[in-house]
């Protein structure tokens, strides 16, 4: 710019969604599942409440850490490890908010 060569990256964020020079979403999705897993760990003391109802946490889960995993996600080109890595950081949330183990051998089918 103004007669200056521009700087060449291979990612960059841009409203809060990192982009990188292939497009894809794999460092994006990266960024958001850590940002989403600091706002879980965050509100840890309120998994562990046993005087809040479960419905109340689930709904919990979805405003809070849903909504910081999903942001910008309408842009991403959806794939299957894409989809995979976000249903499995989901399926772990859902475990430790139910008090499950995974000895309970409960499905992912049966979680959702």
């Not at 497009?23 to 960024?31: F, L, N, T």
């Not at 995993?69 to 894409?82: H, I, N």
């Not at 399926?91 to 979680?111: G, Y």
Request: proline letters at 2%; glycine letters at 4%; hydrophobic letters at 35%.
């Amino acid at each position: 710019m103004n007669g200056e060569p521009l700087e060449e990256t291979d990612s960059f964020t841009y409203l809060d969604s990192t982009i990188n020079k292939h497009g894809g979403p794999e460092e994006d999705v990266k960024a958001r599942i850590q940002k989403a897993r600091v706002a879980f760990i965050v509100l840890r003391k309120i998994w562990r409440a046993k005087q809040i109802k479960t419905n109340t946490k689930l709904r919990i889960f979805s405003s809070n850490v849903k909504a910081v995993l999903l942001y910008g996600s309408e842009t991403w080109r959806s794939t299957q490890k894409t989809l995979k890595r976000i249903q499995t950081f989901i399926n772990k949330c859902l475990r430790r908010i139910l008090h499950l183990k995974w000895t309970d051998k409960i499905s992912n089918i049966t979680l959702w």
